[in-house]
């Protein structure tokens, strides 16, 4: 949705559909996330100007600040992954791809590792944002804080640590592992 059509959706209107609860719960977090950036003024220009895997349109749209600013609450939307270019990106010419920082160009993740480029993308298209399992984190290059938020050693917000009922699941924002390396 563009900024300039949400006053169209008012909880009045919702109510009379039938996925009032997930349409509001939608739209909350959307314009949370709307308000998040306008509220922080200037939009953050951390990121490398060539990003990998269409992530550009990400930066267009204005989710930068997922990013930029540690700690982050927010994130780019679910299933961004699958609207630009990164499944076939990761699949060219098959193997363990590398993803970068998107500020800094350190690697971050290597993937897939310990399972096969299937079940990687099975699992991060289920969970909208791409999943990375420990055996594929470069563990020098991140750090996990307080309430499981992952950041690179450059400062970039990447995503949260999830656990699951496989391990350890590090949730990351596309946009934040797009960059080249450096």
């Given at each position: ?120 993308e099975t699992e991060s298209r289920r969970h909208g944002w791409p ?32 656990p699951d009922a496989s391990g350890n699941r590090y949730c990351i ?10």
């Open positions: 949705l563009k900024p300039s059509r949400l006053h169209k959706f008012t909880e009045d209107s919702l109510l009379k559909t039938s996925h009032f609860t997930m349409a509001r719960g939608a739209l909350l977090a959307l314009l949370a996330s709307r308000a998040y950036g306008f509220l922080n003024m200037e939009p953050s220009n951390c990121l490398q100007n060539d990003l990998r895997f269409g992530a550009q349109q990400l930066v267009s749209a204005g989710f930068s600040e997922v990013c930029c600013k540690v700690p982050q609450h927010f994130a780019e939307p679910a299933g961004s992954l699958n609207k630009v270019s990164f499944w076939s990106e990761v699949k060219k010419d098959g193997g363990t791809k590398t993803f970068y920082d998107a500020q800094c160009g350190i690697p971050l993740f290597k993937a897939p590792k310990g399972r096969t480029m299937e079940a990687f999943s990375f399992r420990d055996e594929e984190v470069v563990k020098e290059n991140i750090e996990i804080r307080d309430g499981g938020e992952v950041v690179s050693k450059c400062g970039t917000h990447l995503g949260h640590n999830l924002d596309l946009l934040c592992i797009a960059g080249k390396p450096r």
